[in-house]
T-cell receptor, first 114, second 110 residues
Framework: DPKIIQKPKYLVAVTGSEKILICEQY?????MYWYRQSAKKPLEFMFS???????DNQTASSRFQPQSSKKNHLDLQITALKPDDSATYFC?????????????FGPGTRLTVL | GQGVEQPDNLMSVEGTFARVNCTYS??????LSWYQQREGHAPVFLSY????GLKDSGHFSTFLSRSNGYSYLLLTELQIKDSASYLC???????????FGSGTKLTVEP
């Protein structure tokens, strides 16, 4: 059974629209993250959460808003979509504290903005 | 990118070894992780190092030199299925944020 679920797997959106990327983890972790990977760019950290609280945000744009309704959920809402937002978005989780270097990644949501 | 550098490509031969290099800026270092990523799939954790020296984990070994801002991942007895991208990620003191290199695509030939 998959331990980290991301939905949908593929997503096509039009410029200016709004989408929500879903992430659920069943590893019992209290820390969750979002990363983005664009073509020919490094995997880029976006947000980290611990016990449903935002710990770090390195996304310049307020168009990206994480939402944590339950401790094993961390969704990502993206508003006013732009073609540059096209990328694969990975959710990850880890144990708290010092073990946070071992992060488990979900399968990703590949977003294409037309 | 993000102060973590890796060569783009590396080729080696089945049954031999490959060394994937990673250099990083040394300010704010709190350990370095290695991940494997196959095309179209998520990164998978391989190893973590925070102390200088060689850490032997069988098929994968990792080396770290903090004073030089340098690490490598050594894969031995290569198999075709080891063909993948290998990402190094530096952990900075801020909360469990990993800064990834762009990855080295390893191709293992017969």
């Amino acid at each position: 059974d998959p331990k980290i679920i991301q939905k949908p797997k593929y997503l096509v959106a039009v410029t200016g629209s709004e989408k929500i990327l879903i992430c659920e983890q069943y590893l019992g972790h209290n820390a969750m993250y979002w990363y983005r990977q664009s073509a020919k760019k490094p995997l880029e950290f976006m947000f980290s959460y611990s016990y449903q609280k935002l710990m770090d945000n390195q996304t310049a744009s307020s168009r990206f808003q994480p939402q944590s309704s339950k401790k094993n959920h961390l969704d990502l809402q993206i508003t006013a979509l732009k073609p540059d937002d096209s990328a694969t978005y990975f959710c990850a989780s880890s144990q708290e504290g010092d073990r946070g270097y071992e992060q488990y990644f979900g399968p990703g949501t590949r977003l294409t903005v037309l | 990118g993000q102060g973590v550098e890796q060569p783009d490509n590396l080729m080696s031969v089945e049954g031999t070894f490959a060394r994937v290099n990673c250099t990083y800026s040394t300010s704010g270092f709190n350990g370095l992780s290695w991940y494997q990523q196959r095309e179209g799939h998520a990164p998978v954790f391989l190893s973590y190092v925070v102390l200088d020296g060689l850490k032997d984990s069988g098929h994968f070994s990792t080396f770290l030199s903090r004073s030089n801002g340098y690490s490598y991942l050594l894969l031995t007895e290569l198999q075709i299925k080891d063909s993948a991208s290998y990402l190094c990620a530096v952990r900075r003191p801020n909360y469990n944020v990993l800064y990834f290199g762009s990855g080295t695509k390893l191709t293992v030939e017969p």
